[in-house]
């Protein structure tokens, strides 16, 4: 489904400043995989969401997705077939415009444009509907800017405007990561939902090992641009956070000290 072939990617390339971040990334993401990615600060987590997303382009390397040689695309091409949710819950929408605005434009994004209104009362019901299954009440709040409404509630909806029109692959960059403890549970708790019910192939960056090994059934580990390691399956579902520490530092072959992530993991 997502093929990565030798993926690199060089910051400040030449100078004195150059600076690896993907270092020949090979993964192969099968149709409808949930994929946890984890790693300390610096690992490459970002670039690669980035690269994939077409934000930066590689230096080496191709990206195919579902057969297609997406390597040279630009990314508002990408943004037809790829969903993103991003850490900071303002980015993903446009926070003047009211929620069923946005929703609007998520419900045009694959379609061509022409003079016709973008709301009708038609769109109105199903957004509704859809807003209701988030049980946040924010089908009654459909005239209010997205500016208006909390972190975690901007998050639900950039996760719905993401996956209004199925997208081909989702990417999660640290989505949860501005939020309090309680939010993040029901953030996480709607991404799994709409995932596994919609089936839709899924990458997601974490700072926290303990929904790492929980979400998903796949977990990538990267450290310092490449990917250390894959567990999948029943390997996955048994794993522990102390196992998954122990199993860094032995596949890296240094002392896994990420306060960030260790932080995380009394969230």
């Given at each position: 489904m ?17 600076n690896?971040?993907?270092?020949d ?6 149709d409808?995989?949930f994929?946890s990615i984890i ?6 987590k ?11 382009p590689?230096?080496?390397?191709s990206?195919i ?10 990314e ?6 790829i ?8 980015m ?12 609007s ?8 444009r022409?003079?016709?209104w973008?709301?009708?009362e038609k769109?109105?019901?199903e957004?509704k ?17 997205v500016?208006l ?16 029109v ?13 939020l ?7 953030i996480?708790d ?5 995932v ?5 192939t899924?990458?997601?960056?974490t700072?926290n ?6 979400m ?19 390997d ?12 860094f ?8 000290d990420d306060?960030?992530?260790m ?5």
């Amino acid at each position: 489904m997502l093929k990565l072939k030798k993926v690199t990617k060089v910051f400040n390339k030449g100078t004195i400043n150059e600076n690896v971040v993907l270092r020949d990334i090979n993964l192969d993401i099968n149709d409808g995989d949930f994929v946890s990615i984890i790693g300390s600060n610096g690992a490459g987590k970002s670039t690669l969401l980035n690269v994939i997303a077409g934000v930066f382009p590689v230096d080496d390397g191709s990206i195919i997705l579902d057969d297609q040689d997406i390597t040279r695309l630009p990314e508002y091409e990408r943004a037809k077939f790829i969903g993103r949710v991003f850490q900071d819950p303002m980015m993903g929408t446009a926070p003047s415009m009211t929620i069923e605005e946005n929703l609007s434009m998520a419900c045009c994004r694959t379609i061509t444009r022409g003079l016709r209104w973008g709301l009708n009362e038609k769109n109105r019901k199903e957004f509704k509907i859809k807003l209701a299954e988030l049980g946040l009440g924010l089908e009654n709040r459909m005239n209010t800017k997205v500016e208006l409404l909390s972190g975690g509630q901007r998050q639900a909806i950039t996760l719905l405007i993401a996956t209004m029109v199925k997208p081909k692959l989702l990417l999660l960059d640290e989505h949860t990561a501005a939020l309090d403890p309680s939010t993040v549970r029901l953030i996480n708790d709607l991404t799994e939902e709409i995932v596994l019910q919609k089936g839709i192939t899924t990458l997601m960056i974490t700072h926290n090992m303990e929904y790492a090994i929980k979400m998903g059934n796949r977990l990538i580990m990267m450290d310092r641009g490449q990917v250390v390691l894959d567990i999948k399956g029943a390997d996955k579902a048994l794993l522990t956070v102390d196992e998954l520490v122990n199993m860094f530092e032995n596949a890296a072959n240094k002392k896994f000290d990420d306060d960030r992530i260790m932080l995380g993991l009394r969230n």
